[in-house]
């Protein structure tokens, strides 16, 4: 028997997302959420901006994926083009906090 749609964590269904850029159905926790500010595709990097969210592995090929197919003003309902230089700013201070971890 194959269970459907969840997988289980230690007897725990964790909450999956699916990646605006790859389509790849992730824990929603190791996905960036993204709000719409504006013009501006906004890392939500709190949890707690209002809004339709979309979800989007922290990764710079998944951005570009999520670019190419215009999955950002599909995922926000609006008609676009957006703005999506906050979200790679993110991704590149991203890439130093992995080799250099500062608490902030
Ligand atoms: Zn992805």
Redesign the pocket.
Known sequence: MRQRGKLEYGGHAAPQRT??????R?AKSE?LRLVLVEDHVTPDLRGRLPGRGAS??P?M??LE?AERRRAFPRAFRVPGPLDVSRVRAHLEEEKYEMSCRTPS
């Open positions: 990646c605006v850029g790859c389509r790849g992730t996905l989007l592995h990764s090929s998944c994926l």
